[in-house]
């Protein structure tokens, strides 16, 4: 480690230490999800299973709530449940990381983690340079940076990055995060032996490839994998116009399912399909455990999407990364489920109902007090309606007659509701995830999801009414609270 390298990260330890107090006092500060100890978070990073402990890495500007030369931040974990703050993994010191040490992944080789990230260089016109860097863990705490692997290949701007590494074979791939030189959104990939020399193979799938019209001016944080016989690109791409219910953030996170021809380095894929639902989804990364699990975090924000105004600002910490996801591949669908080890966290049940039949006037639950909890409904096939109050900040709403699920919030920007909709055949299953300022909502075994940030007016999850026209034929709630 270098000495710049022990400089800022001394540097970022004390931020951590002198802020404790203040971003601790938040009554916004989340319970049970990962957040940065100050500062600003954003994409989760090197996400693996390694020596059979659960490794999540995070972007993280410690010094300010807003974005800037990013380091990596690591939490782990034996259980998916409860995490500890490890010490700093990667720090911008290096001349080919100098503006940000950006995303990436790891893999296990040879016994070591091995991390791929972007080194972010900016001269002092802003003109940017790109690199894609390696760094090796024996310890899986502390890493010595081999500096890059992969410059930029022709054909793109220096929008080169979010490198994910995986192997097939006896050969090692990746998936770069590009920008082509027309200024179009583009999936790289490039291929090893060794991890060290890289073949750049060319881009695989983006805006006017592969049937696609125009299709954003920058795809981010890029992810291949496969799942039950099928290939799976997650990407995030910038530039969408919205259509209707889909694509109404500011930049959007999904996934193509097709087949990769590794031989012609071709991929025939379909639609595009949108991950998330909700306000605040982006940059999600996937690893596969021990259990042979397709697993997935998200990044619980959107860039550029009103992050200056989150109520967390002022308590000197902003963004949290999601729950981790099973991802599952059924009937052509591709289904996030919360993942089972979740389940530890319950404490005392507050609810359990039987046949609950719904009416207008709605049901009072008592969970008045409890600012982190979860909750289960299955319904009967008669229910026409359904409306949940969570607080009085947030709204799930089913209309059977418009198949149409919404969830709708007050802006924590305007104060005024806003909402975010897809459409739903049948609502047989709802399971939330509520902590002190956030939700997670999964419909129907993971077919839909939305998750969202939210900020109760008392810092309280407040009154939680149900309402509708049916039967709800089973109703669970749990407290929560993480060990």
């Not at 700093?88 to 983690?113: D, Q, R, T």
């Amino acid at each position: 480690m270098t000495e710049r390298e022990q400089e800022l990260i001394r540097l970022a330890e004390e931020e951590v230490e002198k802020n404790i107090e203040v971003v601790e006092s938040d009554p916004y500060r989340l319970r049970y999800h990962l957040i940065p100890p100050v500062g600003l978070l954003n994409d989760p990073n090197g996400f693996i299973q390694w020596n059979g402990t659960y490794h999540l890495f995070y972007q993280w500007m410690p010094f300010k709530t807003g974005h800037g030369a990013k380091f990596w931040g690591h939490y782990s974990s034996e259980d998916l449940v409860t995490w500890k703050h490890e010490p700093i993994a990667l720090a911008p010191s290096e001349w080919f990381e100098k503006n940000g040490c950006y995303s990436g992944s790891a893999v296990e080789h040879h016994g070591k983690m091995v991390l791929f990230y972007t080194g972010n260089v900016k001269d002092a016109d802003g003109n940017r340079e790109t690199y894609q860097c390696m760094a090796v863990s024996e310890d899986g705490v502390t890493f010595d940076k081999k500096g890059p692997v992969v410059e930029l290949p022709e054909g793109y701007t220096a929008h080169f990055r979010d490198p994910k590494v995986w192997k097939k074979g006896a050969d090692w791939y990746m998936v770069v995060g590009a920008q082509s030189e027309s200024l179009t959104g583009k999936v790289a990939l490039l291929k090893s032996s060794d991890l060290k020399e890289w073949q750049h193979l060319g881009a695989i799938a983006g805006s006017g490839m592969n049937g696609l019209g125009d299709f954003g001016y920058m795809w981010e944080c890029p992810d291949l994998f496969e799942l039950d016989g099928v290939d799976v690109l997650v990407a995030s791409p910038q530039g969408m116009e919205a259509e209707g219910m889909k694509y109404q953030n500011v930049y959007q996170s999904g996934y193509f399912v097709g087949e990769l021809d590794y031989a012609s380095a071709t991929f025939d894929h379909g639609d595009f399909v949108e991950l998330d639902r909700g306000f605040e989804f982006y940059a999600p990364q996937t690893t596969l455990d021990g259990k042979g699990r397709r697993l997935m975090v998200g990044w619980m924000g959107v860039p550029e999407q009103d992050e200056d105004k989150h109520p967390t600002i002022a308590h000197k910490w902003v963004h949290a990364l999601t729950l981790p996801r099973e991802l599952k591949w059924v009937d052509g669908k591709l289904l996030q489920v919360p993942v089972e080890e979740l389940a530890l966290m319950r404490k005392d049940q507050l609810v359990k109902k039987i046949d609950l039949q719904l009416s207008g006037d709605g049901i009072e639950l008592e969970i008045r007090e409890s600012k982190a909890f979860e909750m289960s409904l299955s319904f009967k096939d008669d229910v026409a309606s359904f409306e949940m109050d969570l607080s009085d900040t947030i709204q799930l709403i089913f209309d059977a007659s418009e198949r149409v699920f919404s969830l709708r919030r007050k802006s924590f920007v305007t104060g005024e509701w806003e909402s975010r909709s897809c459409s739903l055949q049948e609502l047989s299953e709802l399971r939330a995830y509520v902590d002190t300022s956030s939700v997670e909502v999964f419909l129907n075994s993971g077919e839909e999801v939305f998750t969202a940030r939210i900020f109760p007016d008392g810092h309280a999850a407040g009154m939680v009414t149900v309402s509708g026209d049916g039967t709800v034929g089973e109703m669970e709630v749990w407290k929560i609270e993480p060990e």
